[in-house]
C-alpha cells in the first residue's frame, strides 16, 4: 500500500509541474513582508528588472531594506546596487512623467527611522534612478498611482493613506509640465486600502474608487469627476477595511466593471464584483475568494483578450495567493497556480521577458514567517488570438460565478490532541458528500461541526481543503475514499464530519 501512495504520489507530482503555468525563476531578492516593489522599466530594451524593498525580522532585529535585480536571461536575475529607497507599508507606481520615453517611480512608505515619505524618482537609465526633489505629503499604508485625470496629455498622482500627522488624506498631485501641484479631492483618506482611478461613464475623466478604514470604519464609495471637482456617487456599495479595489472591464462589454476584497464590517473577508449597466453597479454573484489585507492585479495573463486576476492576502485561517482566469461572462476558474500563499504581501503582473505574456511577481510572508520575494515565469506560451487596447492607468480582470450541480467533500488535518491536552497526534476530518446550496455552505456547515468536536479549533471562513466538484456522486465518494486511504498509510487518526 505504502509503494502504492508513493508511486501516485510522484505521477501527480510529475503531472502538475509539466501542468504547471506559471514556473519559479532564479533571482537574488531579498524577502520581505509588508513589501513596495514593482517591475523596472530598461530603456531600449523589451526586458524588465525588479525592484523590491520591504521589513523582514532577523534574530529579533528589524531589518529595512531595497533589492534591485536585472535580468540576465528568461529563468535568471542577477543582483545590481539599488538607487531605490528602503521603505516598507507603502506602494509603488511607474509611469513616463517627463515625457522622455521611460518610466519614472513614485512611491510612498515608512523608512527605517519611522519616517513616512514620499518621493519621485526619474529614470536615469541602466537601472540607476534619481530623485526629481520635488514636495510630497509622504503617506503609508495606502496606495499610489498614476493617471491622466483631467485629460490633458501628461500623468498626474493620486494618493492616499496615512500622513506623518496620523491624519488620513486622499490627494491629487496635478502633472503641470513636470511640475506638481497639490490639489484637494473632497474624496475622504483612507489607510489599509486603496484609491483606483477608472473612467467609468466614458465622459474622459478618471473617477476614484476608494475602500479600507476611514478611521475605525470600513468604506467603499465611487467619486465621479464632475466641474472640477469629485463628487460621491449615490450609490452604496458594501464597506469593507483592510481592502484593496480595482477597476476593470471584467465581462468585456466596454465598460469600466469593478471588484474589491477585504473585511466586513463583521470581520469577515469578502470578494465582491460590481457590473457597470450604464453607469449603475449592481452586484454579481463570483466564486473569486474573499480576502483581506489584499492586494488585486489585473492581466490578460493568457493572451485571450479579458482580464485575468492575481490575488494575495488573508482568509481567516491563513494567506492564499490565487491566480483566476477569466471565463467570460464575469465567470473566473482558479487556475492552481500553486503559488506560496502570503499576507502582508503583494503580487504583481509584468512581462519581464518580453515574449508576450505576463509574468508575476510575488512578496511577503508565508503561513510558514518565510520571508519572501519570488518570480514566477508564465509558461503558457498563448496563441494571440486578437489586440486588445489597453488603458494608460487600468488594469483590468474578470470574475466567474457558477457553482454548478457538483458534489464535494470538505477535509482538513492538525497535529494536535482534540481534547485540548497534550496528547498529540496526526488527525484528518472529513465530511460525507454533499451539494453545495449557496457560495460557502458546505466550509461554514463544516467548520461550525468541527469546532464542536475539538477543543480551540480556530475559527475559519472556509474548510481547509474544498474537493474538485463531481458530476456524480460516485465519483465524488470514490474520490473521498482515495483521501481517507492515503491518510491513513501515514498513520493518521481519521474522524468523520456527517450531517
Given amino acids: 500500500m505504502k509503494k502504492t501512495v508513493l508511486l501516485v504520489f510522484l505521477l501527480s507530482l510529475?503531472?502538475?509541474?509539466?501542468?504547471?503555468?506559471?514556473?519559479?525563476?532564479?533571482?537574488?531578492?531579498?524577502?520581505?513582508?509588508?513589501?513596495?516593489?514593482?517591475?523596472?522599466?530598461v530603456s531600449g530594451s523589451k526586458h524588465k528588472g525588479i525592484w523590491v524593498s520591504g521589513e523582514y525580522f532577523v534574530n529579533n532585529k528589524h531589518v529595512v531594506t531595497s533589492t534591485m535585480n536585472r535580468y540576465k536571461d528568461a529563468d535568471h536575475f542577477v543582483y545590481t546596487k539599488s538607487s531605490l529607497p528602503a521603505i516598507y507599508l507603502g506602494s509603488s507606481a511607474s509611469a513616463d512623467y517627463d515625457g522622455d520615453g521611460d518610466l519614472d517611480i513614485v512611491v510612498t512608505g515608512l523608512n527605517k527611522y519611522n519616517t513616512p515619505v514620499m518621493r519621485l524618482y526619474n529614470n536615469a537609465g541602466h537601472y540607476r534612478y534619481k530623485i526629481d526633489n520635488q514636495?510630497?505629503?509622504?503617506?503609508?499604508?495606502?496606495?499610489?498611482?498614476?493617471?491622466?485625470?483631467?485629460?490633458?496629455?501628461?500623468?498626474?498622482?493620486?494618493?492616499?493613506?496615512?500622513?506623518?500627522?496620523?491624519?488620513?488624506?486622499?490627494?491629487?498631485?496635478?502633472?503641470?509640465?513636470?511640475?506638481?501641484?497639490?490639489?484637494?479631492?473632497?474624496?475622504?483618506?483612507?489607510?489599509y486600502g486603496n484609491a483606483d482611478w477608472g473612467d467609468f461613464d466614458d465622459d474622459g475623466k478618471l473617477d476614484i474608487l476608494v475602500t479600507g478604514d476611514v478611521g475605525g470604519h470600513p468604506y467603499t464609495a465611487?467619486?465621479?469627476?464632475?466641474?472640477?471637482?469629485?463628487?460621491?456617487?449615490?450609490?452604496n456599495f458594501l464597506p469593507?477595511?483592510?481592502?484593496?479595489?480595482?477597476?476593470?472591464?471584467?465581462?468585456?462589454?466596454?465598460?469600466?466593471?469593478?471588484?474589491?476584497?477585504?473585511?466586513d464590517e463583521n470581520g469577515y473577508?469578502?470578494?465582491?464584483?460590481?457590473?457597470?449597466?450604464?453607469?449603475?453597479?449592481?452586484?454579481?454573484?463570483?466564486?473569486?475568494?474573499?480576502?483581506?489585507?489584499?492586494y488585486i492585479d489585473l492581466a490578460d495573463y493568457d493572451h485571450d483578450g479579458d482580464l485575468d486576476i492575481a490575488m494575495c492576502g488573508e482568509s481567516l485561517e491563513r494567506s492564499y495567493t490565487y491566480v483566476y482566469e477569466n471565463l467570460g461572462g464575469f465567470r473566473f476558474k482558479d487556475i492552481h497556480a500553486g503559488l506560496p500563499g502570503v499576507a502582508s504581501g503583494k503580487v504583481k503582473w509584468g512581462d519581464y521577458d518580453g515574449d508576450g505574456d505576463y509574468d508575476l511577481l510575488l512578496a511577503g510572508v508565508t503561513i510558514c514567517y518565510n520571508f519572501i520575494a519570488e518570480v514566477y515565469k508564465n509558461t503558457i506560451n498563448p496563441v494571440?488570438?486578437?489586440?486588445?487596447?489597453?488603458?494608460?492607468?487600468?488594469?483590468?480582470?474578470?470574475?466567474?460565478?457558477?457553482?454548478?450541480?457538483?458534489?464535494?467533500?470538505?477535509?482538513?488535518?492538525?497535529?494536535?490532541?482534540p481534547s485540548g491536552g497534550n496528547n498529540k497526534a496526526y488527525h484528518l476530518y472529513?465530511?460525507?458528500?454533499?451539494?453545495?446550496?449557496?457560495?460557502?455552505?458546505?466550509?461554514?456547515?463544516?467548520?461550525?461541526?468541527?469546532?464542536?468536536?475539538?477543543?480551540?479549533?480556530p475559527h475559519a471562513d472556509r474548510g481547509h481543503r474544498l474537493s474538485n466538484g463531481f458530476e456524480t456522486y460516485k465519483e465524488a465518494e470514490e474520490s473521498r475514499k482515495q483521501i481517507i486511504e492515503s491518510y491513513q498509510s501515514t498513520h493518521y487518526i481519521i474522524h468523520y464530519i456527517n450531517w
Fill in 14 to 41: 510529475i503531472a502538475l509541474t509539466q501542468g504547471q503555468k506559471l514556473v519559479k525563476v532564479k533571482t537574488n531578492l531579498k524577502g520581505v513582508m509588508a513589501p513596495v516593489a514593482g517591475w523596472l522599466d
Fill in 222 to 235: 465611487v467619486y465621479m469627476y464632475r466641474q472640477r471637482k469629485y463628487i460621491k456617487l449615490n450609490q
Fill in 135 to 191: 514636495i510630497f505629503d509622504p503617506v503609508i499604508e495606502g496606495s499610489v498611482t498614476w493617471g491622466d485625470f483631467d485629460h490633458d496629455r501628461d500623468f498626474d498622482i493620486l494618493a492616499t493613506g496615512k500622513d506623518a500627522n496620523n491624519k488620513l488624506t486622499t490627494t491629487i498631485y496635478n502633472n503641470n509640465d513636470g511640475t506638481f501641484e497639490e490639489l484637494v479631492t473632497g474624496v475622504p483618506g483612507v489607510y
Fill in 269 to 294: 473577508p469578502t470578494c465582491i464584483i460590481y457590473s457597470n449597466k450604464k453607469g449603475f453597479f449592481t452586484e454579481v454573484p463570483t466564486v473569486i475568494r474573499g480576502l483581506k489585507n489584499c
Fill in 240 to 263: 469593507l477595511k483592510h481592502s484593496y479595489g480595482r477597476w476593470g472591464d471584467l465581462n468585456s462589454d466596454g465598460t469600466l466593471d469593478f471588484i474589491v476584497s477585504g473585511e
Fill in 384 to 417: 494571440i488570438k486578437k489586440e486588445v487596447p489597453s488603458s494608460l492607468f487600468n488594469e483590468a480582470v474578470t470574475p466567474d460565478v457558477d457553482l454548478g450541480p457538483y458534489y464535494y467533500y470538505v477535509f482538513s488535518s492538525c497535529y494536535c490532541d
Fill in 430 to 457: 472529513i465530511s460525507n458528500i454533499h451539494k453545495e446550496k449557496r457560495k460557502y455552505h458546505l466550509t461554514y456547515t463544516y467548520n461550525n461541526l468541527l469546532m464542536k468536536q475539538v477543543v480551540n479549533w
